[in-house]
C-alpha cells in the first residue's frame, strides 16, 4: 500500500456488453483529470467471478483529510464535468469504500 493509510476501493457497474465504450471515455476523459487530483492509482481490474461488467479501481491516501482534499480537486477541476457527461449512461451503479489496513500479527504484507 506504499505506506498510505487508507484506500478507496471503488466499483462501477457498467451497462451490459458498454466495458469497451466505458473503459475508452474512463482512459480518454477521466485519467488526466485524475492523474492530475488524485496521483497515481494502485490498480484497475474487471470482474472474472461474480458480479460481472464491474470496473474496480484503488486510490491510496494518507488519511482522511488528504482523501477529502483530492477529491474535492478532482471534483472542482474544470474537465471533470466532460467525463461525467460522457459516462453517465455507461455506469448502472457505483460503490465507495474507504478501507484501511488491518495489522495482523505475525504476517508481513507483499508488495
Known amino acids: 500500500m506504499n505506506g498510505k493509510a487508507l484506500i478507496d476501493h471503488r466499483v462501477y ?3 451490459l456488453r458498454r466495458m469497451p465504450e466505458f473503459t475508452e471515455v474512463f482512459n480518454r476523459l477521466a485519467m488526466p483529470v485524475l492523474l492530475q487530483t488524485l496521483g497515481q492509482p494502485l490498480g484497475f ?3 472474472m467471478v461474480g458480479p460481472q461488467n464491474q470496473f474496480v479501481h484503488l ?3 494518507d488519511d ?3 482523501y477529502e482534499r ?3 480537486a478532482r471534483d472542482l477541476h474544470p474537465d471533470f464535468p466532460a467525463y461525467l457527461a460522457a459516462s453517465a449512461h455507461l455506469i ?3 460503490e465507495t469504500r ?3 489496513r488491518a495489522e495482523m500479527p505475525g504476517w508481513t504484507p507483499g508488495p
Request: aromatic letters at 14%; a positive charge; charged letters at 20%.
Open 45 to 47: 481490474f474487471t470482474s
Open 13 to 15: 457497474t457498467i451497462a
Open 64 to 66: 482522511l483529510a488528504d
Open 70 to 72: 483530492r477529491s474535492r
Open 59 to 61: 486510490w491510496a491516501y
Open 92 to 94: 448502472t451503479a457505483q
Open 98 to 100: 474507504l478501507i484501511r
